[in-house]
Nanobody, 123 residues
Framework: QVQLVESGGGLVQPGGSLRLSCAAS????????TNWVRQAPGKGREGVSC????????NYADSVKGRFTISRDNAKNTVYLQMNSLKPEDTAVYYC????????????????WGQGTQVTVSS
């Protein structure tokens, strides 16, 4: 019943852009904060960005600040991650995760978790 489905990943050259989407269903999305979390090959999961339930507060990891933008459209039950100026080190599986109330980049306890979408940045 509850689902978070990521899409928009793919192969892109360094310096390129991608827009990830996360479509939510089965719960009251507008009351949940949402994070984007990534996991590179052989590494642990890293918080990338988070957005409050109303979309009025956002935060970014230092490694992506100025290049990535998180947003949400509660009418569509969707959160987005616009990724510009992509680097090879951005290569990872990107997940969206939702938690009731507030969250930080270092949050690890989530109510709902997506299956991820692969982003590969390579020439």
């Amino acid at each position: 019943q509850v689902q978070l489905v990521e899409s928009g990943g793919g192969l892109v050259q360094p310096g390129g852009s991608l827009r990830l989407s996360c479509a939510a269903s089965g719960f009251t999305f507008s009351t949940y904060s949402t994070n984007w979390v990534r996991q590179a090959p052989g590494k642990g999961r890293e918080g990338v960005s988070c957005i409050s339930h109303r979309g009025d507060s956002t935060n970014y990891a230092d490694s992506v600040k100025g290049r990535f933008t998180i947003s949400r459209d509660n009418a569509k039950n969707t959160v987005y991650l616009q990724m510009n100026s992509l680097k090879p080190e951005d290569t990872a599986v990107y997940y969206c995760a939702a938690v009731w109330g507030s969250a930080t980049l270092k949050s690890t306890l989530y109510d709902y978790w997506g299956q991820g979408t692969q982003v590969t940045v390579s020439s």
